[in-house]
């Protein structure tokens, strides 16, 4: 059986801002996550920058994570599919209730058969930025990487937690 990786990724703070913007909700999320769903934006990973337009950047191919916020009682979890990516490529800021995760692909694959031999070597940055549901405190952030997926665990600020309201 094979032993699990756990693996600690630093979080870092940023400067506070006031407050972010609040999420609006788009009248049109519904579609959007339809054609996710149909037609799933992973087929961009097909296509890559030619040479010819950007010497300096290579062969660069274009990948988003899929993440998950999951607003609990007492924290925010969220969850990030980054397979193949280490830790130390992996950098996770927060400003206020918004949250950056940064990060660097890199694949090499070598094929050698006789008089055959190939060479795929891959290489990508993502970004993805997310507003938080609720205030977190950074200071107690917690992130793991472990088998391609990233957890940070943001304990909620007192004045955040849910309460529930009796009717009278």
Request: glycine residues 4%.
């Amino acid at each position: 059986m094979a032993t699990q990786e756990k693996h600690e990724v630093a979080v870092k703070s940023g400067k506070a801002i006031e407050k972010a913007p609040a999420r609006m909700v788009s009248p049109f999320e519904d579609f959007e996550r339809f054609f996710d769903q149909l037609a799933p934006r992973s087929w961009l990973r097909s296509m890559r920058w030619p040479r010819a337009l950007a010497p300096e950047l290579g062969e660069m191919e274009l990948w988003a994570p899929r993440v998950d916020v999951i607003d609990r009682d007492n924290e925010v979890v969220v969850k990030v599919e980054v397979p193949g990516v280490k830790k130390e490529d992996v950098q996770i800021s927060l400003t206020g209730n918004l949250m950056t995760i940064k990060g660097e692909t890199k694949r090499e694959e070598k094929e050698e058969r006789g008089d055959y031999y190939r060479c795929e070597i891959s290489r990508g940055t993502f970004t993805r930025m997310l507003t938080l549901p609720a205030d977190v405190d950074d200071a107690k952030a917690k992130a793991e990487l472990r088998d391609g997926m990233l957890e940070i665990t943001l304990p909620k600020l007192e004045q955040a937690k849910r309460r529930d309201i009796k009717i009278q």
